[in-house]
């Protein structure tokens, strides 16, 4: 498909506004949840949106040459130049004169409304074709379209339309006429109870452009599904100019090979347009004054204004000189004058406050230069000189193909064409094409795109095409642009000893291998995807089926906001499915691959690492991390001075906590097991595939107090103190988390479960205990679970007894207690027979505990 | 139009996806150099480079850390170095700052400060001293007589340098070279590993990395066992259980080599380590694992020049700030409160008097009914381009390696390493994903969206082997992600028909092929490094130094090796160039294309060009026709006649 020439158009827009356009029509549509929302609108508000979309996408492209017209029929008023230069041709306006339409022009179509009389589009043609054709006076190669939008139902004057169509004709006009509720055979849809006006009329209109050279009728719902897939702009790539070198062609020309060529891009990166900026406008209290006078308040209006985006520059001058300082500020002032923005005025204000101490200087006192280190390398050029350099692809040699590394590939791909103009040239490059494809060799090339330019370094790929031979570059890394990092092998694994291991949590085993070998057959795609005419099935997915989602999502969006006024009672809709057909594995493979899968689940046991808390440290290293590491890693701690808008782009960042705090705790002997978490390293190498780690521990999910869960939401306040007491490894802010941290870590049991069952009565001896209470109880309940699993029944019979002296005393807390006997024997004494059931020991009787609760 | 700094602002969402290379620089990086200097470190041999020339092991750690902060400071021009001396007698001179009450026998030669020239030179000064005079050396940093100062105290001192000289959110370092396997061979050995070992794990607590480069020699090789391998921690930070389980495995990052390979050792490791992304691995439903994104493959640019201000006594970096103004109303607006939609589109005349209200409004102003919002929020913006997808991989199927065409690339790779971290049993996971899909010379096709504010993208993942290089280089088992073109991306051939050779013309030009392939070559990377970047940079740090920078004694090492071409290959193309001026398609013209355009017939004949050229009259050509000489040479054409007669010229001048 050769792509049209882009811009160098006009379109008029030839509108209806008769009284029948004012109907009102029921429209259904799916939100961008796939909810459906209905809609009630005119016609002339339903077809306007096709208009609309079309402007829009002039809009969008920004092309100074794409214009277009608004010209509307069955308006009350008349004006156009027609009319004005021989009269008749009523009730057709001239709305919108030609010209690059903007957000205005949509604006100024939503005013429009439905009229009481009745227009004839013919007229309304004959108009517009002129208008055009005035307005391009000696335009020739302008292409010319018109559009009519029209419900049909008006009538017609049938007269003489030949001539118009052999006008249009003879000026390369084309035509299309978009109908509200026209029949249409693709969409299966016939209007019920049509009028006898509007069946002549459609059938009018599909003569008329079917004479026509470019000429077509459609339906308004067609039309309107058709703007909402998502297109594939076709780029046509330049063919620039170059020279393909080998040898030393200066000196040793005779011996040296110089072809022109030409290059054209192959593959060129798409991004979504980026969104433009914008602000609600305050409005000053004069404004107000004068809206009020104006309008009803109900009839108020928002401004939204495009925002610029600005650069200032400041300076921090503390350590400088105070003299200096005033001199440079005078110069600044004198700057300002010729400037002359006016723009400085409530800014200086604005700077002191964000910037503190720093102050502002222009942009014209500034010099360039480099930092190396922290000397500085003036450079007013912005660059030191170039490397000198001539254009050209020069060859440096050959390798075969299978040894090229693909990964290195760089980035866009481009052809390299012999010379269309040249047969010589064009038969030249094919013997190299077709040399170096029958070797299956690759060239190594350096390219300079133009005199001066840095050079690349590339490969150059022989394709012979069915009728014509070229080479392909793909753009190599330099040694800078090579990152050596290393990394553990994942096969070759060897102990301290100096042995290779061959078993080991990290190399999977037979049976494994097993599983995954299935696992990737059944998911094979090459036999997936839709059938070709004679019912082989092709390979699912293709790079040329596979739209940019983002691209097409955000256009959609875009075009969305700037025809609709307000997108809560509008809300945008789904993505067209086009955009997600590749975004899950077809449901072929997965039926086929759901045994495989269910096997792969079985034998590798991967599970997720629950979230660790990151504590406080000894050195107060934390690491905070961004987005994207949150999600699998979580702190809690996370630096005040974080700002919110920052942290997403960065992958790690670490942010030290001062440590002041947390410095003395723990300074005893668990030194090693409190103070880590340097969550990155924390837990590899401890993971054995027999030992799964760690279900979330139960009672965690039992929290009807709203007290803390043990891993904190990330919106944790900045400056939690964790409330250690010196000596304590569990402190009184979130002492379940720092219990159960410990805990999972092994060795220090004894000592976590002594340092809880102090924070829990100190706690809860505290005033206003109460709201702590249920959290208290899951303490106690994890707590007491604890000590039966590790042995330490003991400890729990001693802090019980404790507390409950405590609870009991004055002034204690006796509702506490009260709440523990309630939960009857759960939380009491641990017996000699519970105690046998875990494998432990007690000297307490069922009878002493079930007494100790009672009172 | 904005100036041109302006035009290389990015709008922050799209700087999201460009971000690549700025985390590198976002983040500083601090190096201690921690080198022994004991005496066979300080033991002269002959210079196996330079006749009659002395050197050691000490020199040779000296220059590579010259080397290494030059680099440095290109790259990362915010880093800080420092270098620590030990097993010397040499002691601080004053009594204040870092370094002055470090551990006896270990001495501060240069304290953790930011990069800068000046402290480059004194490295190259005192390189040099030694050069003239070998026993600098041993003057400035005498060993210690008695034995060695215990690896604890090395540590000790290293953690105390870093603490008082490192900045606190940097990523820190310590490059340890010694050339001594066991530095406490006798007394109190085991104490000493105790404390090595616990000082050690000191140090890894306060965010510190030990990356040790051992030397080994031919007289005195390094064994790792004999001390290191129960001292050194695998990974970072590891508890003591599991340090005295046997079964555990070496830290990933040991090197032993010979002195000369010390440069290249340490070059693997100049950068940190660090992950673009981690994200979880979904291979279906309901089986994912951990993996981590990395750079491998990433173009190194200039550095970006900044603004400084001159303070009179020294040049302060300006800040620079980006705000976003309505322009009319002179007034910022806070990025919270700003909404996002599409161009407004160009500003259209008003219409004449009729209707002067605001709905068209200004330029650059939208209006709409009060209380209705016709703008995204920030995050429906987001939720637009990531399509509502949570960041992660997801396996979408599996093709033939064939599958993955050339062609298919718009974007250098990433690297994808398991992250056991996160899910448990990644890594055998993965392993036994990679070994099949090498086995079966598969690929798999994935669904990428590696950040938060990234767009999804298709990818191939390439499985890559181990594969272990003559230097001593270990390719990385993993998998490489390529970014596949969208339909959007992809560009159709513009010529789908032209002349092709004829089978003697494609042979004349196999003979010449032949003779320039290199057998078992490939694209190799490390011979050619980037000559613009290294061209910037040379003049970057003469400027620095302020030296005289000499543009003839920089070479290009990206050119071809025309002697080499033309001594294997030239008889064989001098053939091929011949069979070509002799072959059918000299006598052909191509029919002019169709254009819509019609234009004047403008070819001219190359020979009455030349005729013109030859009698000095190319004047009496007309512009066109030189334009269209000049187009067809690949030459530019811009300019005035004069110009183009100049450039016709020149061209016949060199040909």
């Known amino acids: ?855 | 139009m904005p100036p041109y700094d302006d035009w290389n602002k990015i709008d922050e969402e799209e700087e999201e996806e460009i971000q690549d290379n700025s985390i590198f620089e976002s983040k500083r990086d601090v190096i201690l150099f921690c080198i022994d200097c004991s005496a066979s470190m300080l033991k002269l041999y002959d210079d196996p480079n330079y006749e009659d020339v002395q050197t050691c092991h000490l020199y040779t750690a000296l220059e590579a850390a010259v080397q290494i902060q030059k680099r440095k400071i290109l790259v990362g021009p915010n880093d800080s170095v420092g270098i620590l001396l030990f097993n010397t007698s040499r002691k601080a001179e004053s009594t204040r700052g870092q370094g002055a009450e470090i551990k006896r026998n270990t001495y501060l030669f240069q304290p953790i400060a930011p990069l800068s020239a000046s402290k480059i030179q004194e490295i190259i000064q005192l390189l040099d001293t030694f050069r003239e005079d070998t026993g600098e050396f041993l003057r400035r940093f005498p060993p210690v007589s008695d034995g060695r100062v215990p690896m604890g105290d090395v540590f000790t001192s290293c953690n105390w340098v870093m603490r008082d000289g490192a900045p606190k959110t940097a990523s820190k370092r310590i490059f340890l070279i010694t050339d001594e396997d066991t530095p406490h061979p006798s007394t109190g050995r085991k104490q000493l590993v105790t404390s090595a070992r616990t000082t050690l794990i000191d140090l890894t607590q306060a965010g510190v990395t030990v990356e040790p480069f051992f030397i080994s020699t031919e007289e005195k090789s390094f064994d790792v066992t004999s001390f290191y391998s129960s001292v050194l921690l695998p990974t970072n930070l590891i508890d003591e259980e599991e340090l005295q389980e046997d079964s555990s495995i070496l830290p990933e990052s040991i090197s032993i080599s010979r002195i000369e390979d010390l440069l290249s050792q340490m070059r693997f490791r100049e950068v940190p380590k660090r992950a673009i992304f981690s994200v979880p691995f979904e291979l279906a439903n309901g089986l994912k694992i951990g993996v981590k994104g990395y750079g491998l493959v990433t173009e190194q640019k200039k550095g970006s020049y900044k603004y400084f201000v001159d303070l009179g006594d020294r040049m302060e970096v300006a800040t620079v700030r980006t705000t976003y103004v309505d322009e009319d109303h002179q007034a910022e607006v806070e990025k919270a409160k700003m909404v996002y939609g599409a161009e407004l589109g160009a500003n259209v005349a008003p219409e004449d008097g009729e209707e002067e209200d605001e709905t068209i409004g200004g330029a650059g102003v939208r209006t709409v009914k009060s209380g209705s919002r016709p703008f995204y929020t920030a995050e429906e913006a987001r939720s637009f381009r990531t399509l509502d997808l949570e960041p992660g991989i997801k396996l979408l199927g599996f093709k033939p390696r064939e599958e993955l065409a050339f062609e298919d690339n718009v974007k250098h790779s990433l690297f994808v390493f398991p992250d056991e971290m996160t899910y448990s049993g990644s890594k055998r996971t993965f392993s036994a994903l990679l070994r099949t899909m090498i086995r079966k010379k598969v690929i798999a096709i994935v669904r990428a969206l590696t950040r938060r504010n990234a767009t999804p993208v298709f990818c191939a993942l390439l499985p890559q082997e181990e594969n272990i290089d003559e230097s001593g280089w270990t390719d990385p088992t993993g998998f490489h992600l390529i970014p596949l073109p969208f339909a959007d991306e992809v560009r159709t051939a513009p010529i789908e028909e032209g002349f092709r050779a004829s089978d003697e013309m494609k042979d004349l030009a196999r003979a010449w092929i032949d003779k320039l392939s290199v057998k078992n070559g490939a694209y190799p990377p490390d011979s050619y490094p980037n000559p613009a970047l290294a061209y910037h940079n040379i003049q970057l740090q003469a400027s620095a130094f302020r030296e005289e920078f000499d543009p003839d004694s920089f070479e290009d090492l990206t050119l071809p090796k025309y002697d080499m071409i033309h001594k294997r290959a030239g008889k064989l193309i001098q053939q091929w160039k011949e069979g070509l001026s002799n072959d059918n398609s000299a006598n052909l013209v191509v029919p002019a294309a169709a254009g819509s355009k019609r234009k004047a017939d403008v070819s001219v004949d190359e020979a009455e060009i030349k005729s013109k050229y030859d009698s000095g009259t190319l004047g009496k050509l007309r512009v066109d026709q030189l334009k269209e000489f000049l187009k067809s040479k690949g030459q530019s054409v811009a300019g005035k006649k004069a110009d183009l007669v100049d450039r016709v010229s020149e061209w016949f001048d060199a040909h």
């Open chain 1, 1 to 855: 498909m050769v792509a049209e020439r882009a811009g160098y158009t006009v379109t008029m827009f030839l509108i209806d506004v008769s009284k029948s356009m004012g109907n009102f029509r029921t429209v259904t549509q799916e939100d961008s949840k796939g909810e459906n929302v209905t809609i009630e609108m005119t016609n002339l508000e339903w077809s306007l949106q096709f208009v609309k979309l079309k402007i829009q996408e002039m809009i969008f492209n920004g092309r100074k040459t794409d214009q277009c017209g608004v010209i509307i029929f069955g308006s009350e008023e008349t004006k156009n130049i027609v009319n004005t230069a021989n009269g008749g041709y009523e009730n057709v306006f001239e709305y919108i004169s030609i010209g690059q339409p903007n957000a205005g022009t949509i604006a100024k179509l939503d005013k429009l409304e439905a009229s009481s009389v009745c227009g004839d589009p013919i007229d309304a043609l004959i108009v517009g074709i002129e208008t055009q054709a005035r307005y391009l006076a000696n335009k020739k190669t302008w292409t010319r379209k018109v559009v009519i939008v029209t419900d049909g139902e008006s009538p017609i004057e049938i007269e003489d339309w030949e001539a118009t169509v052999k006008k249009m004709d003879d000026t390369n006009v084309s035509l299309t006429i978009v109908g509200v509720d026209f029949d249409d055979e693709e969409l299966e849809y016939e209007e019920p109870d049509k009028s006898n006006v509007k069946r002549v009329n459609e059938k009018f209109f599909h003569e008329l452009t079917s004479t026509m050279a470019n000429g077509i009728t459609g339906s308004c719902a067609y039309a309107l599904r058709e703007t909402a897939m998502p297109d594939i702009k076709q780029t046509r790539s330049a063919l620039l100019g170059t020279v393909l070198r080998l040898g030393d062609v200066d000196t040793r020309g005779e011996e040296a090979i110089e072809l022109t060529v030409k290059a054209s891009k192959c593959t060129a990166t798409a991004r979504p347009k980026s969104w433009k900026k914008f602000g609600l406008r305050e409005r000053t209290t004069d404004e107000m004054d004068q809206t009020q006078d104006d309008e009803d308040a109900a009839n108020a209006r928002a401004a939204y204004a495009m925002l610029k985006m600005r650069s200032e520059y400041y300076v921090d001058r503390t350590p400088g000189e105070e003299d200096e300082d005033g001199d440079v500020k005078m110069k600044r002032e004198d700057d300002d004058e010729n400037l002359l923005d006016a723009k400085n005025d409530d800014e200086d204000e604005d700077k002191e406050v964000n910037v503190e101490s720093m102050e502002k200087v222009e942009k014209e006192d500034l010099i360039r230069g480099f930092k190396y280190g922290t000397t500085y390398a003036p450079c007013p050029d912005g660059q030191f000189p170039r490397l000198h350099t001539r254009k050209g692809i020069d060859i440096c040699g050959f390798f075969p193909k299978k040894n090229f590394r693909r990964e290195l590939s760089m980035g866009e791909i481009q052809y390299i064409w012999g010379d269309p103009s040249s047969p010589q040239q064009q038969v030249a490059l094919s013997s190299i094409v077709q040399a170096m494809y029958e070797k299956g060799s690759m060239a190594i090339a350096r390219w300079v795109s133009r005199d001066g330019m840095d050079p690349k370094m590339g490969v150059l790929y022989p394709v012979p095409f069915d009728n014509v031979d070229c080479l392909i570059w793909a753009q190599m890394p330099f040694a800078d642009d090579v990152r050596k990092y290393t990394f553990p092998s994942l096969t070759n694994l060897i102990n301290k000893k100096g042995e290779t291991l061959t078993e080991h949590p990290y190399l999977p085993t037979d049976e494994q291998m097993e599983a995954m070998d299935k696992f990737v057959d059944t998911m094979d795609l090459m036999e997936a995807g839709d059938k070709d005419e004679k019912g082989n099935r092709l390979p699912w997915f293709s790079t040329l089926e596979s739209f940019n989602p983002a691209i097409h999502r955000v256009k959609q969006a875009m075009f969305h906001s700037a025809i609709t006024g307000d997108i809560t009672t509008n809300p945008l809709p789904p993505p067209h499915p086009e955009l997600l057909k590749f975004f899950e594995p077809p449901k072929r493979v997965v039926r086929r691959s759901k045994e495989a899968l269910e096997e792969c689940k079985q034998v590798f046991k991967v599970k997720e690492v629950p979230k660790k808390v990151v504590k406080a440290k000894k050195e107060g290293h934390v690491h905070a991390q961004d987005d994207d590491d949150s999600i699998l890693l979580l702190d809690r701690k996370q630096p005040s001075d974080r700002s919110p808008g920052k942290s997403q782009s960065q992958i790690m960042r670490f942010t030290q906590v001062t440590p002041t705090k947390n410095k003395a705790v723990a300074k005893d002997a668990d030194d090693s097991e409190t103070e880590d978490e340097d969550d990155e390293e924390m837990l590899l190498d401890q993971k054995k595939p027999s030992t799964p780690a760690p279900e979330p521990r139960p009672g965690s999910s039992r929290n009807p107090g709203g007290g803390p869960l043990p891993t904190p939401a990330r919106s944790m306040s900045p400056e939690v103190d964790p409330g250690r007491a010196p000596g304590r490894i569990v402190g009184n802010t979130y002492p379940l988390q720092d219990f159960q941290k410990n805990i999972s870590q092994g060795d220090v049991v004894s000592k976590a479960v002594e340092d809880l069952g102090q924070v829990i009565i100190e706690v809860v001896l505290k005033p206003f205990a109460k709201r702590r209470h249920s959290e208290m109880l899951e303490c106690m309940e994890i707590m007491r679970k604890t000590c039966l699993e590790e042995d330490e029944i003991d400890a729990w019979n001693i802090f019980i007894r404790e507390l409950r002296e405590k609870c009991l005393a004055k002034p204690g807390n006796k509702t506490f207690w009260q709440e523990i006997c309630a939960l009857g024997l759960g939380l009491g004494l641990i017996s000699k027979h519970e105690a046998k059931k875990h494998l432990g020991e007690s000297n307490v009787t069922q009878n002493e505990a079930n007494e100790f609760i009672s009172t």
